[in-house]
T-cell receptor
């Protein structure tokens, strides 16, 4: 079993839709959770970072963490064609030197 | 802020030759840099952790004699793929952590280097 599971998609939605991206993780010791966006042939770009259960909002993006069920989500409101990219969830444990464990990434396509 | 520059962005080399990839933190100092490898439609696989002034720590299964990492300064780490073979063709991405950030904090990534070995 992978430490972080993420549906690779692809996921295709119409412009303006609400997008829900999800990851599950197996190790309850994971303490920190991040979402990265990666455009084709580019490095990942940090979108959201949180270390507690609950919601964190930043503009059109909301990150949600449920530590009891080991489930993390990213919601994108009013999706735009420019949101078309691969979204990677990542987790980390403090005592592992800050190494990030990534999910496989979900490929999102927002159609105009 | 927190820009990481990776060079070259794309390189083609012949089998048996060596290739060096540079990773620079442009506007911050990084005590720790990480090197990842990514295959098409796959996640990022951590290859090694590089700490300034000390030897890199390699992940299980990564050949340290093949993937030489040097982190000589707080703003530069290099990855050298020695005696490259076609199976080494991949997308290599570096990331850096700001020296003043706590151990677990978001990483800043370079834009990757696409290596093709013919």
């Amino acid at each position: 079993q992978k430490e972080v599971e993420q549906d690779p998609g692809p996921l295709s939605v119409p412009e303006g839709a609400i997008v829900s991206l999800n990851c599950t993780y197996s190790n309850s010791a994971f303490q920190y959770f991040m979402w990265y966006r990666q455009y084709s042939r580019k490095g990942p770009e940090l979108l959201m970072y949180t270390y507690s259960s609950g919601n964190k909002e930043d503009g059109r993006f909301t990150a949600q963490v449920d530590k009891s069920s080991k489930y993390i989500s990213l919601f994108i409101r009013d999706s735009q064609p420019s949101d078309s990219a691969t979204y990677l969830c990542a987790t980390a444990i403090y005592n592992q030197g800050g190494k990030l464990i990534f999910g496989q990434g979900t490929e999102l396509s927002v159609k105009p | 802020g927190a820009v990481v520059s990776q060079h070259p962005s794309w390189v083609i080399c012949k089998s048996g030759t060596s290739v060096k990839i540079e990773c620079r933190s442009l506007d911050f100092q990084a005590t720790t840099m990480f090197w990842y490898r990514q295959f098409p439609k796959q996640s990022l696989m951590l290859m090694a952790t590089s700490n300034e002034g000390s030897k890199a720590t390699y992940e299980q299964g990564v050949e340290k004699d093949k993937f030489l990492i040097n982190h000589a300064s707080l703003t530069l780490s290099t990855l050298t793929v020695t005696s490259a073979h076609p199976e080494d063709s991949s997308f290599y991405i570096c990331s850096a952590r700001h020296r003043d950030r706590e151990v677990v904090s978001p990483l800043h990534f370079g834009n990757g280097t696409r290596l093709t070995v013919t």
